[in-house]
């Protein structure tokens, strides 16, 4: 009778070894797509739900700083852009959503309004993508005026990376410890791809002033 030597042992339970681990990775794996399968299923047979009550967010254009005249003619060309799409996105409807899948839309209001809801969505995202182009233009020139506008987006949910990145120094440069440590409760989700790079951009300038 031949015997196995000790190597030839090893090296079978090892390939017995992974071939179970990759079983239950595959099976795993199936259990998450089907679970994602019926999940989406369910969703789809949602009735449409009551959304005017939603949180629909209205910009205070009376009240933030849009009406700069800038010395550089190239940026005010550029702000004078910003400024009319800014005017044009107020009169539409917005809502944050943020972190809410389709999935989980269409689970609570209904696969019905998934196309609205995904509506209000963008033109959330198109405002306050303008509104961050437009206070960067004017930063140079009217930091002030600029740090309201990213204030007010931040305090509205936004995870712009570059709102909280300018802020973050503009806090620094005024020697500000406490508002610059409140952003990081105003990060929407840290766990998104946007939430952990705003993380690291303001760890970064942490590192960046020791002394701050």
């Not at 196995?4 to 990759?22: D, G, K, R, S």
């Not at 740090?147 to 620094?172: C, F, H, P, Q, R």
């Not at 440590?181 to 840290?190: E, G």
């Amino acid at each position: 009778m031949r015997l196995f030597t000790l190597p030839i042992v090893i090296t079978i339970l090892v390939a017995v070894l992974n071939h179970n681990i990759n079983k239950n990775k595959n099976d795993s794996s199936k259990v998450t797509i089907a679970s994602y399968l019926k999940r989406e299923d369910n969703a789809n047979c949602v009735r449409r739900k009551d959304i005017s009550n939603l949180p629909y967010i209205s910009v205070p254009l009376e009240t933030l700083p849009i009406d700069i005249t800038l010395n550089d003619e190239k940026k005010q060309s550029k702000i004078e852009k910003y400024r009319k799409e800014i005017e044009y996105l107020s009169d539409k409807q917005m809502l944050n959503l943020i972190g809410i899948s389709n999935t989980e839309l269409k689970e609570k209001y209904g696969v019905a309004n998934l196309e609205l809801l995904s509506t209000y969505d963008q033109n959330y995202g198109k405002m306050f993508s303008n509104l961050q182009w437009y206070s960067s233009e004017i930063y140079d020139e009217y930091p002030k005026e600029a740090v309201a506008i990213m204030e007010y987006m931040v305090n509205t949910g936004t995870d712009i990376i570059s709102t909280y990145d300018l802020l973050g120094k503009y806090y620094v440069q005024k020697n500000d410890r406490a508002s610059f440590d409140n952003l990081f409760s105003k990060i929407p989700d840290k766990n998104s791809v946007s939430g952990k790079t705003i993380v690291s951009k303001l760890n970064q300038i942490l590192e960046d002033n020791p002394e701050f």
